[in-house]
T-cell receptor, first 113, second 111 residues
Framework: ETGVTQSPTHLIKTRGQQVTLRCSSQ?????VSWYQQALGQGPQFIFQ???????GRGNFPPRFSGLQFPNYSSELNVNALELDDSALYLC????????????FGPGTRLTVL | AQRVTQPEKLLSVFKGAPVELKCNYS??????LFWYVQYSRQRLQLLLR??SRESIKGFTADLNKGETSFHLKKPFAQEEDSAMYYC?????????????FGKGTHLIIQP
């Protein structure tokens, strides 16, 4: 069984740019969630996709958007990057739906200069 | 708004000593509580969840609704328990509100 994978591992962008982060769910998992983890903080929920539909969102502005594909892989897009967007972005998938145990990927470290 | 508080940023205990990592929460309904752990150079992983009532790696956690706490305990700490521990909750909406995490406690077990 393949675990959750994320790409790229690290990324450096400048303020105002756009970025796309990718996540491949664990095999058979139909739910994916994205989290932002700033340095010294716990992960913060961005949004969740269940069977290709967004079904939950945290307190993040609309410039954070996402997609889930038929194979349940996912993208997180962030437009108009700000310095405060610098963080570790974590993807988590679960097997049977939103209330199930979430399995985390290794994260993508985004630095905005 | 839901919130998870872990009052200790760092906790250092000696091997063989008891460990208690504190977690308090605020939520207006019936939350589901979790402990996640991150060992050095590894990804975040589930340690235990309150509904399963399991003991994982010797750790237990009891949900105290009166005190809104979900403290993690282990009677005898081992060096391999050194890690970052996060308490988290999800609401009664079937998990669609995601997990709300505390800031984490860095546990160091000294030999």
């Amino acid at each position: 069984e393949t675990g959750v994978t994320q790409s790229p591992t690290h990324l450096i962008k400048t303020r105002g740019q756009q970025v796309t982060l990718r996540c491949s769910s664990q095999s058979g998992h139909n739910t994916v969630s994205w989290y932002q983890q700033a340095l010294g903080q716990g992960p913060q929920f961005i949004f969740q996709y269940y069977r290709e539909e967004e079904n939950g969102r945290g307190n993040f502005p609309p410039r954070f958007s996402g997609l889930q594909f038929p194979n349940y892989s996912s993208e997180l897009n962030v437009n108009a990057l700000e310095l405060d967007d610098s963080a570790l972005y974590l993807c988590a998938s679960s097997l049977t739906g939103p209330g199930d145990t979430q399995y985390f990927g290794p994260g993508t470290r985004l630095t905005v200069l | 708004a839901q919130r998870v508080t872990q009052p200790e940023k760092l906790l250092s205990v000696f091997k063989g000593a008891p460990v208690e990592l504190k977690c308090n929460y605020s939520y207006s309904g019936s939350p589901e509580l979790f402990w996640y752990v991150q060992y050095s150079r590894q990804r975040l992983q589930l340690l235990l969840r309150h509904i399963s009532r399991e003991s994982i790696k010797g750790f237990t956690a009891d949900l105290n609704k009166g005190e809104t706490s979900f403290h993690l305990k282990k009677p005898f700490a081992q060096e391999e328990d050194s890690a970052m521990y996060y308490c988290a909750l999800t609401g009664s909406g079937g998990g669609a509100d995601g997990l709300t995490f505390g800031k984490g406690t860095h546990l160091i077990i000294q030999p």
